[in-house]
């Protein structure tokens, strides 16, 4: 039986804020280091990102957290400001129900009076760049005394980056009695002696992975950006069109979006996952078993030990936590002596997971180029040429011959003729759904590999700033000037964080810094423009037109 964020004695508020999250279970990380930060020892956990860290140090964090106390009471110290703005919201996620917990991420780069301003009101939770940390300590803007956990994420990232004394110096400022805590990928030299020389008698934490026998599956990946992933999604259940198809999320929320946009386009998809009762579970696989139901959306925990020997095709819609789980999906197909393929969806910090993946199961996973618009036209044109050549054999179009002869009376030529009747069929049938959507190609959609560390948050905006739909534009009467001012007005955004705005005759584009990017579509979708209410939503990149993640249009007649 798989330990559950209950059995770790977490208070009603935490555990709310984790479902309301769609977390189903703790990762292998959290289940181990969360009872351990509770008792307040000190610990070395070995964690990469993407393996759920932050919530492992973020959630006994917030439990440790004194109410009525003001004073900051957890430090953590991160290598990179997004990472910092990462770390902040994920605590705040957790926080949600607890009132009065107050985290504040501060970085450089940002103005330092307005984390002065913060810090003042009172904040118990402070995630931090070393820099400027130092720079609040100096300032005695931040004062540490009472500080009970003192977190180092992705200490390794840290030293190579040259923080080692940056971080000793923040330490000396620490309480003796803190509770010290350093999460890294890696277990190097110089990160167990400074363990030694900092901590008292830390626990070391690695998630310990069995030897498991890896499936013989035809496993690939895409690299897409996480906004594709439902288009790239429905292309590959059009091109592949296998029988069965079990896809993968982390989140119990994922799996039910996922399911509701997958059956508003037409596919027969159900979900499953720990808030079903047994009988529901039971009836929905009574369904995929005898093929009612062709996509099953699934958590790990829900999907474990499912035996259902046609399933063709497993995905990855989200990285797996934990490398074990990865053997676990994929061995959900190539069952009984059956042929099964693996694909895996990776986008941006994905990637490591991927990385991790391949040396644990000591296999190459290859990367394949992103299904194109081309290639679901041919499918489709091999389906449909061979439904023609089906219905001409079996003689039923005959019964419709005089309506061609009508036309051919006409002068109108057969291929006119023929061409209009199955334009007409198409359309009906939704078929060619796809060539509407006027996806660039898909080389164009992400920047190279490269770049793209650069970019954390890519959104199709110059660097460092996002890119806004919004869904009113020229014929609307709206100017440059009247997004602008709708921002200014509605957000706590700066001019100065407001970049190119494009007004086109439907819609329109504004780019803000990523920072106030969340927050400005929260605000613009509720306000209006020249009276007119908006719909915002962050844009595709700069190539794809602006549509709606999903259309509701049936794939099936
Ligand atoms: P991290 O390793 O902290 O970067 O987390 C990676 C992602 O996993 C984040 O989006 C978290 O919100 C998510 N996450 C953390 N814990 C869990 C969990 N127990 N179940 C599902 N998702 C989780």
Same mark, same amino acid.
């Given at each position: 039986m798989e330990l559950s964020f209950k059995d770790l004695h977490l208070s009603e508020e935490v555990l709310r804020a984790i479902e309301e999250m769609g977390f189903e279970e703790p990762s292998p990380i959290q289940a181990q280091t969360i009872p351990l930060m509770l008792e307040g020892v000190d610990l070395i956990g070995q964690a990469q990102t993407g393996t759920g860290k932050t919530a492992a140090f973020g959630i006994p964090i917030i439990e440790r957290v004194l109410l009525k106390d003001e004073a900051v009471q957890a430090l953590v110290l991160c290598p990179t400001r997004e990472l910092c703005i990462q770390v902040a919201e994920e605590i705040s996620r957790l926080a949600k129900f607890k009132r009065n917990v107050r985290v504040l991420p501060i970085y450089g780069g940002q103005p330092i009076e307005r984390q002065i301003r913060t810090l003042k009101k009172g904040v118990q939770i402070v995630v931090g760049t070393p820099g400027r940390v130092i720079d609040h300590i100096e300032r005695r803007t931040l004062k540490l005394g009472g500080v009970k956990t003192f977190v180092l994420d992705e200490a390794d990232e840290m030293f190579d980056m040259g923080f080692r004394e940056d971080i000793e110096l923040v330490i000396g400022h620490l309480p003796e009695t803190v509770q010290k805590t350093f999460y890294s990928a890696t277990m190097a030299r110089e990160i167990m002696d400074f363990a030694t020389k900092y901590q008292d008698d830390p626990k070391i934490i690695r998630v310990v992975k069995k030897e498991m026998t890896v499936p013989k599956v035809d496993q690939f990946y895409y690299d897409l950006d996480s906004h594709m992933k439902p288009e790239i999604l429905t292309r590959v259940l059009d091109i592949y069109n296998p029988n069965l198809t079990i896809v993968f999320c982390n989140t119990k929320k994922m799996v039910d979006e996922l399911t509701e946009g997958l059956v508003d386009k037409g596919y027969f998809a159900e979900a499953l996952h720990g808030d079903l009762k047994q009988t529901q579970r039971d009836q929905v696989m009574n369904k995929f078993r005898k093929s009612k139901v062709d996509v099953l959306v699934a958590t790990d925990v829900a999907a474990r030990?499912? &035996? =259902? &020997?046609? =399933? &063709?095709m497993v995905i990855n819609y989200d990285m797996p936590q934990d490398d074990e789980y990865y053997v676990h999906r994929i061995g959900r197909t190539a069952r009984a002596g059956r042929e099964g393929t693996a694909i895996s969806f990776v986008s941006g910090r994905e990637y490591y997971k991927l990385r991790d993946i391949q040396k644990y199961t000591k296999t190459k996973i290859l990367r394949k180029e992103l299904p194109t618009i081309h290639e679901i036209r041919r499918t489709q044109d091999i389906k449909h040429l061979d439904m023609l050549r089906d219905a001409i054999e079996k003689g039923e179009a005959k019964k419709l011959e005089h309506l061609v002869n009508v036309l051919l009376e006409e002068d109108r030529s057969p291929v006119d003729i023929a061409s209009a009747a199955l334009w007409l069929y198409a359309k009906e049938k939704g078929i060619g759904k796809h060539q509407e959507l006027d996806y660039v190609d898909n080389d164009k959609v992400r920047p190279p590999r490269d770049n793209r560390r650069k970019l954390p948050f890519d959104k199709g905006g110059k660097w460092g700033y996002a890119r806004i739909f919004l869904s009113v534009g020229r014929l609307d009467g709206i100017s440059e000037r009247h997004v602008l001012s709708a921002i200014l007005n509605s957000t706590h955004a700066q001019k100065a964080e407001v970049g190119k705005i494009d007004i086109y005759d439907k819609y329109s584009f504004v780019e803000v810094k990523e920072r106030v990017s969340k927050d400005a579509v929260q605000a613009l979708n509720k306000s209006k423009i020249k009276g007119i209410e908006v719909s915002a939503e962050l844009a595709k990149p700069r190539m794809a037109k602006p549509k709606k993640r999903w259309h509701s249009e049936p794939r099936r007649g």
């Open positions: 030990g499912i &035996d =259902v &020997d046609e =399933v &063709d």
